[in-house]
């Protein structure tokens, strides 16, 4: 269930999220998802890799982006229901599916990179 | 469903209201071009799940780095990941030109014009992005 | 010969059919006639029984919008020659129940218009003795593009969001909104905020941006929702931080 109250919160990480999914994730995906395995570049060694996200910071970085990513992606993708598929009077059943999703998918995040 | 609100519509029992096709995005370019943006929170979210794949992988030492590498030169993975890329690019490319819209900056009594905001957000893109492909391929 | 265009007007009489139909006529279609002339013509020359609405000619009024080949537009300031061959499809306003024919009922932004008090609200008048509010040009500035709106609801027509629910409260009724919470000498942001922030306030609108396109004024709807919703975010954090009065 959807407070009002709850709506700008809800905008404020939506935003967020827009801004550090646009600025982080085009990158890495295309150095991850197709310039190394296409061979344009050589992927980095598993020591360096494993270096660079063990690092406090970047470690803290990955959980902030992966955070609020996936709360960008589900309010954005709760609303593209409503109005691309007309189906508002499921509500509540959206909301739950959409922002449970995002929280299920940032405590691995934080599981993964507090363990990492 | 259309309806509209209630107050003034049971005395006028004459009144056409069209309804609202599910399909109303196809009705013109600058309709789909919009729903073609929120969807791409799909491929955000996968980006996400993408990235801690490969997190995990990396923890998990040599052997399982190799195979993640492996695993994403597979076709479908690939062709996941350049849509993915097409559309989270998409995201980055909207949400930078319409960023001044929300943000209006003051500096003293004038306005910061809406180009030079856009134009610092795609700064910051190249920068950001300048920042992890050295973190990951340079030094 | 005089050049002549066809246009396709959608007809409503609800005494005679439950759907719209379209009826052709052939107007004249000289450099200088825009729509409206054509339907002027037809009024009185082919038909007298089409009804619409329109008062000024001059793009100032906002009451002859219709949907001119599937676009929102003021039909005193779009040109038939632009449409030349033709046809030209001449239908109501969309999102709107139909009255007859090109006519539309706006009841519905009526009522929404007023919620939002489009009026400046004083905490306390100053007496009359004391003279007028002052305002720089500076000041004007800040809000002079929301106060452009003619109320003409092409946004309303373009806006997705309203066609699909209604409750949507709309873009003219929330940058006029903003028009007074942008003008220095207005102490109501808070009043008008509490309507706002409601569901059907701001939150609903995804940012399609149709509304700004569609405007024959400038007024940027869009953008004045956006600014909107980082302002009434920005105060739900502060209220959550700092209750009452800080």
Known sequence: MIKRSAEPLLWMTFSAGGVVAALVLPVLLFLFGVAFPLGWLTPPSVTHLAAVIGHPLTRLALVVVCTVSLFHAAHRFRYTLYDGLQIKHLNELIAILCYGGAVVGSLASVYLLATF | MAHIAEHYTEYHPRWLRPHISTYWWLRKWSYFAFILREISSLFVAWSVVYLLLLVYAAGQGAAEYEAFLEWSRQPWVMALNVSSLALVAFHAVTWFNLAPQALVVHVGHKHVPGSLIAASNYVAWVVVSAIVAWLLIGG | ?246
């Open chain 3, 1 to 246: 010969m005089q050049k002549q265009i066809k246009l396709q007007v959608a007809r409503y009489r609800p005494e005679q059919e439950s759907e719209s139909v379209f009826d052709e006529f052939e107007v004249p279609c000289p450099n200088d006639w825009v729509v409206l002339d054509g339907l002027n013509h037809i009024k009185d020359q082919l038909d007298g029984t089409l009804s619409y609405r329109w008062s000024c000619r001059m793009g100032i009024c906002g009451s002859c919008g219709m949907t001119v080949n599937g676009e929102p537009k003021l039909t005193c300031a779009t040109f038939l020659t632009d449409y030349a061959p033709g046809p030209v499809r001449v239908e109501p306003l969309r999102n709107f129940p139909v009255i007859r024919d090109l006519i539309v009922d706006l009841g519905d932004f009526m009522q929404k218009l007023v919620r939002v008090k489009p009026w400046i609200v004083r905490a306390a008048e100053k007496p009359l003795s004391s003279g007028e509010y002052l305002q720089t040009p500076e000041e004007m500035d800040e809000y002079k593009q929301f106060s452009m709106c003619i109320n003409c609801m092409l946004c309303y027509s373009a806006c997705p969001i309203y066609g699909l629910d209604p409750k949507f409260i709309g873009p003219a009724a929330i940058a006029l909104a903003q028009r007074y919470n942008l003008d220095s000498r207005d102490e109501g942001a808070a009043e008008r905020l509490e309507v706002l922030s409601d569901h059907e306030g701001i939150w609903g609108c995804t940012f399609v941006g149709e509304c700004t396109k569609v405007c024959p004024k400038n007024v940027n709807p869009a953008g004045a929702i956006q600014r909107y919703k980082l302002n009434a975010a920005l105060e739900s954090v502060k209220s959550f931080f700092l209750p009452r009065g800080a």
